[in-house]
């Protein structure tokens, strides 16, 4: 595979031709948020629209989990137009999350936390009228518990279930403000086909699916990227 040079951030570095900017970027210590990204899925959500970056010569910004790098590459990922878009983004998606920092269990380990402080974007932000989810939680699996209120639907959970597990207990349902991870038919999780490994729970950036007490699972990394 090829080998090129590009710039990241004034940063010159190296990579395999056809690599995704986002990963290069990550690769040589270059923070880009995103939510969805899983360099090991054959094809790139581009889910959750934080990834922005500004690429000299482009008249608008660009997903950095989709774009492959060339020679000569010259991107921004902090320019004012890719700030304002992830921003954008990132305030919608809080606009709908309930902010509860203090009981949740992903505190101190949450990506939207991380993502928030890079953008400078407070979790409470006020810039969109509010409109939370009223989805009961799901308490009926003895490894974990889903709140599906909490959930940013970045897709890694369904990810894993399907492609890397085999098993596919998980998937997306409806559309719109309703759209939701469940199970097929909505049924408890505890009465599907969950194999109770946990793994959705160690991918989720959010603690939608969390872990419950007492539970010895070692986190099997996905690529060493997320």
């Known amino acids: 595979m090829k080998t090129i040079s590009l710039t990241i951030d004034s940063k010159e570095v190296k990579a395999?031709?056809?690599?995704?900017?986002?990963?290069?970027?990550?690769?040589?210590?270059?923070?880009?948020?995103?939510?969805c990204a899983l360099s090991d899925a054959t094809e790139p959500a581009a889910d959750c629209r934080l990834c922005f970056v500004e690429i000299e010569g482009y008249n608008h910004p660009v997903t950095a989990c989709t774009e492959p790098v060339r020679e000569g590459m010259v991107v921004k990922t902090k320019g004012p137009s890719a700030l304002r878009l992830a921003r954008t983004s990132l305030e919608l998606m809080l606009a709908s999350h309930p902010v509860d920092c203090a009981h949740c269990p992903s505190n101190g380990a949450c990506e939207l936390q991380k993502i928030a402080h890079h953008l400078g974007v407070k979790l409470k932000s006020k810039r969109f009228r509010r409109l939370l989810h009223e989805f009961p939680i799901d308490d009926s699996n003895p490894v974990l518990v889903y709140d599906p209120n909490k959930c940013v639907l970045c897709g890694r959970c369904v990810w894993i279930c399907r492609e890397r597990l085999g098993v596919g207990v998980l998937g997306f349902a409806y559309r719109g403000f309703g759209r939701m991870v469940t199970t097929f038919g909505q049924e408890p999780l505890a009465q599907s086909k969950c194999?109770?490994?946990?793994?959705?729970?160690?991918?989720?950036?959010?603690?939608?699916l969390a872990l419950k007490e007492n539970q010895d699972i070692v986190k099997r990394p996905l690529t060493g990227r997320v």
């Open 16 to 35: 395999h031709e056809g690599e995704k900017v986002l990963w290069v970027a990550q690769d040589n210590g270059i923070y880009i948020p995103n939510l």
């Open 195 to 208: 194999e109770e490994c946990g793994e959705c729970a160690l991918a989720c950036p959010t603690g939608a």
